[in-house]
């Protein structure tokens, strides 16, 4: 309760302090004070009349900035009006600075000697408002490509984080199809291998629904649903195939995308060992090294594919794991397919950083 209490204050906090309203007059407060710290040091007048003077800087400050944040930048500046932009800034800081000078010279009513220097020292007057601005350009030129990369990063998340739901909502029902047939073949034959079946599907169903809706689970449930759909497809196929699976490594907390391999291992068996008449094998290895995995299957199949006698609704598995891998882990992954005349194997190579 606490806990919470203090992560909602911080939250009404931090959209206080990002207010607009909010941080800008901070941001004037620091220029004021500033200003008024240089002028105080080694000056014989008064706080308060230094401050008045440096209220009547900032204001103008305020109108240049806010003018050219508002209404010269949006209308000339951003339609590359470059050459009537800084006409019109430069005109405005010249109609700008006199009237400061005139205000500051009636508050100087009663210091002649500050009257005199302030119509002396006119044209040094334009200085600092040139440059500020010059730097309210600099500032909103780099606020605006910093809000605009952040929200091409924003539209890019999530445009791929559609396009991860889109790719796992064909992977799901694609795995579940084929278990579905697994079952309805052994329970056609009245196999006493079905119960086994369903508890594997009840597991496989279980990690499918649930746990790959996060972002990353961990390698060990990966694994284990690796287990749970070899299982599947020794009790289905019975001794016309030799399915070898070895696990290398520690397997501890290592974290990965969900459904990665599983594409390659419903391939290996719907491509290559259900096209067989005589036995056939696949090989898996998953080598573990702390942040690296390492996947390498390899299966057997007929020189000659046999002809599809309708037209196959899968194929989705591979493309899709593709351009996971793409999304996921871009630069980070290594996939080579080996299509020979007698096996068929996959190397995989996926950094977990």
Known sequence: MELTLNQDLRNTLYRFFTTRLVYHTFFWMVVLAILTIIEIVGSDHSFFFIIGNNIIRLIVFCIIVYFNFNYLIPNYLTQKKFSTYFILLILAV???????????????????????????????????????????????????????????????????????????SQINPHFLFNTLNNLYA??????????????????????????????????????????????LESLRQGKNVDIKFEVRGNISEQKIAPLMFIPFLENSFKHGLNNHISKGFVDIQLEVDENKVHLFIENSKPESMPKPTHRRSGGIG?????????????????????????????????DLD
């Open 94 to 168: 010249i109609i700008i600075t006199p009237l400061e000078n005139l205000l500051l010279y009636f508050k100087f009513s009663n210091y002649p000697e500050l009257q005199t220097f302030l119509v002396k020292d006119l044209n040094l007057s334009f200085l600092p408002n040139f440059l500020l601005a010059g730097i309210s350009t600099l500032i909103k030129i780099v606020t605006d490509w910093a809000k605009t990369l952040r929200e091409k990063q924003q539209i890019h998340t999530q445009t791929m984080q559609s396009e991860l739901r889109f790719l796992k």
């Open 186 to 231: 052994l329970t056609l034959k009245k196999s006493d291998k079905a119960p086994e079946i369903v508890i594997k599907l009840s597991e496989m169903m279980r990690y499918m629904l649930y746990e790959c809706n996060e972002k990353q689970v961990l390698l060990s449930k990966e694994v284990h649903y690796l287990h749970n759909y070899l299982d």
């Open 318 to 350: 591979l493309v899709n794991v593709r351009r996971r891998l793409e999304l996921l882990y871009p630069n980070k992954y290594d996939l080579k397919i080996a299509d020979n005349p007698n096996t068929y194997a996959v190397t995989m190579d996926i």
